[in-house]
C-alpha cells in the first residue's frame, strides 16, 4: 500500500493528478525562479477530503504542500518532489453571508474580490485588498497575513479573520476562533504560511462601504519630496485609506502597459485616497491638496468619477507585472523601514543602482513604509541575475539596519528563509519554530518553508540545570 494507492481510494480519477505534463502546471506559484514537480497533485472539496488527505500522508511520513491560486510571491506554495500538492481551487463556496453580524463564512478557495462582489450591493465589503484580490485566494491570504493598499487604515488579513476551521499535521478538523480562551491560536495561524496546517473554512468580518471616497494623485519632480509629503500628511494627524507611491521608473513601466494617464515628466506620483462621512473627506482633501503643493507638488488630480478613480489605481495595481514591459526579468522584493526612514533606504537603494548598474523600479506603501523595489535585470545578460540577486539582498540589509523587516507582506517562503537569520537570533527562531513543532511534530505541513534549518521536534535544545529534564 503506498500513499498513491491510498488517495486514489478516496479520490476519483479526475482530481488526483499524476501525469507529468499535468503536473507541470503546479511546478512554482509567482517567484517563478523556484520551481519542483509535485509528486502528486490533489483536488479536494470538502474539509473531510483534504483530512483524508493529510491523514494519507501522515501514515506514509509524506509532507505535504497547501496550494490557494498561487499567486505567492515568495515561493510559499512551492511544491515538494517527494510530496502531495493539495490545491483548493474546487474549494469556492461562499457558505454563508450574515449582515447583522457583520461576517461571512467562505472556502479557502475563494478568492479576495469574490468576498466584495457578494455583499457590494449592499453596501458591504472585505477590507484587505491585495494588488492580486481578482485572483488569490482568501486561504492564501490566511497563511500570507496579506496586507494591500488600504491596509494603512483598515489593517491586515488578520485584523478580519474571526475564525477558521483548520485540519492540522496530523488530519484533525478543529475550529480556532477569536473568541477562544487561552493562547491566540488564531493569531498564530494567521501568518504561518501553510506549516501549522491547511485552513478549510474562513469566517471574515465585513466592512461597511464608506459614505464617501476620492482618490487624488500627486505628482512631485523628486521621490524624496513625495515622501515629505507623506510624513506631512501623517504628521498632520491624517489617516488615509491609502498612500501609495511610485518612482519614475514604475510610472514609466505602468504607462506603458496600461496608459493611466500618470504625469510623465513626474519623478513620483503619490496616491491618496481618503474615505469617512462627505464634510470630513471634504476638509481632508483640502489639507492634504496644501500639504501636497507646500512640499512641492507640481500636479494634482482628484478623480472626478468611479472610471477616474479606477485608472488612477489601475497604473499602481498593474506596477508588478507592468515592469515587465521595460525589463525582460525582476525580482519583486518586498520589505519594510519606519516612515521616517523611508528617504534614506531610498537614497541607498539608488546608490546600489549606480554600484552595480542594475535599474531598480520603486512602488510602494508609503503609509506603511512597505517597500516594493522591483530589481530589473537581464537574464541573457551574463552576471546579471546575480547582480540583481545582490542587489536585491543588499535591500534588505537596509531595511533591517534601519529597524524594519525582510517581508512586510509577501511572507518568508522559501525564498527569504536564508534572509531570517539576518533579522532573528538563533533563540528567536528556535521559539518560532517550538510553536511549528507543537501544531506539526512530524514536519510534514509544507517543510523547508520560513525556517533556514528545520529543526526536529524530538530535539531537547537546552536543559535547565537543576531540573533534569525540564525544557526551556
Ligand atoms: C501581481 C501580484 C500582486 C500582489 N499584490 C499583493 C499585495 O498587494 N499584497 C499582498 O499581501 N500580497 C500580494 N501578492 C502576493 C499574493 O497574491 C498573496 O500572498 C496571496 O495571499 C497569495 O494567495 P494565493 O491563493 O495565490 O496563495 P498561494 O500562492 O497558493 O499560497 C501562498 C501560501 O499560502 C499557503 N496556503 C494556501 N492556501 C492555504 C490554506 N487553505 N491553508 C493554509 N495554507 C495555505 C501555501 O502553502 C503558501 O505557503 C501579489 C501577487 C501578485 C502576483
Given at each position: 500500500m503506498t500513499v498513491f494507492d491510498r488517495l486514489e481510494a478516496v479520490f476519483p480519477?479526475?482530481?488526483?493528478?499524476?501525469?507529468p505534463v499535468r503536473l507541470r502546471?503546479?511546478?512554482?506559484?509567482?517567484?517563478?525562479y523556484h520551481r519542483a514537480t509535485p509528486m502528486v497533485v490533489v483536488l479536494p472539496e470538502t474539509a473531510e477530503e483534504v483530512a483524508a488527505v493529510v491523514r494519507a500522508c501522515a501514515e506514509f511520513g509524506v509532507p505535504f504542500v497547501a496550494r490557494g491560486s498561487g499567486t505567492g510571491l515568495s515561493g510559499g506554495a512551492l511544491p515538494r518532489s517527494d510530496g502531495v500538492l493539495i490545491v483548493?481551487?474546487?474549494?469556492?463556496?461562499?457558505?454563508s453571508v450574515d449582515l447583522d453580524r457583520r461576517q461571512a463564512v467562505v472556502e479557502p478557495g475563494v478568492t479576495n474580490l469574490a468576498i466584495t462582489e457578494a455583499v457590494r450591493d449592499r453596501g458591504y465589503y472585505y477590507a484587505p485588498d491585495p494588488s492580486s484580490q481578482q485572483i488569490c485566494s482568501i486561504g492564501g491570504n490566511v497563511a500570507e497575513n496579506s496586507g494591500g493598499a488600504h491596509c494603512l487604515k483598515y489593517g491586515f488579513t488578520v485584523n478580519h479573520v474571526q475564525a477558521l476551521e483548520i485540519v492540522t499535521p496530523d488530519g484533525e478538523i478543529v475550529e480556532i476562533s477569536e473568541d477562544d480562551f487561552g493562547y491566540d491560536l488564531l493569531g498564530a495561524f494567521v501568518g504561518s504560511e501553510g506549516t501549522l496546517g491547511i485552513a478549510t473554512k474562513i469566517t471574515v468580518r465585513l466592512m461597511r462601504a464608506p459614505e464617501s471616497v476620492t482618490t487624488l494623485l500627486a505628482a512631485f519632480e523628486t521621490i524624496e519630496a513625495g515622501g515629505q509629503a507623506v510624513s506631512s500628511i501623517v504628521g498632520a494627524g491624517i489617516l488615509p485609506a491609502a498612500i501609495e507611491m511610485m518612482d519614475a521608473l514604475a510610472i514609466e513601466a505602468a504607462e506603458a502597459a496600461v496608459?493611466?494617464?500618470?504625469?510623465?515628466?513626474?519623478g513620483a506620483v503619490l496616491i491618496v485616497e481618503l474615505d469617512g462621512p462627505a464634510p470630513e473627506v471634504e476638509s481632508q482633501l483640502a489639507e492634504v491638496i496644501a500639504i501636497c503643493v507646500a512640499t512641492g507638488s507640481f500636479e494634482q488630480r482628484v478623480a472626478a468619477s468611479a472610471d477616474e478613480r479606477a485608472k488612477i489605481w489601475k497604473g499602481r495595481k498593474s506596477a508588478f507585472a507592468a515592469v515587465g514591459r521595460i525589463s525582460p526579468a525582476y525580482i519583486v522584493q518586498d520589505g519594510v523601514v519606519p516612515r521616517t526612514c523611508l528617504g534614506e533606504v531610498l537614497a541607498g537603494i539608488d546608490a546600489l543602482q549606480d554600484e552595480f548598474g542594475i535599474r531598480v523600479a520603486n512602488v510602494f506603501h508609503a503609509g506603511d513604509g512597505n517597500l516594493h523595489p522591483l530589481v530589473l535585470f537581464d537574464d541573457t545578460a551574463p552576471g546579471e541575475g546575480e547582480r540583481a540577486e545582490v542587489v536585491s539582498g543588499r535591500i534588505l540589509d537596509l531595511c533591517i539596519l534601519h529597524g524594519g523587516s525582510i517581508t512586510g507582506e509577501h511572507g518568508v517562503g522559501v525564498d527569504k528563509a536564508r534572509y531570517m537569520p539576518r533579522m532573528f537570533t538563533d533563540a528567536d527562531l528556535d521559539t518560532m519554530q517550538r510553536v511549528r513543532c507543537a501544531f506539526d511534530p512530524g514536519g510534514r505541513s509544507n517543510p523547508g518553508k520560513v525556517f533556514p534549518t528545520p529543526r526536529l521536534c524530538g530535539e531537547v535544545p537546552r536543559v535547565r540545570k537543576g531540573s533534569p529534564g525540564e525544557i526551556f
Open positions: 480519477p479526475d482530481r488526483v493528478i499524476t501525469d502546471t503546479y511546478e512554482c506559484d509567482g517567484l517563478t483548493t481551487s474546487r474549494m469556492r463556496r461562499i457558505l496608459a493611466c494617464g500618470y504625469p510623465a515628466d513626474a
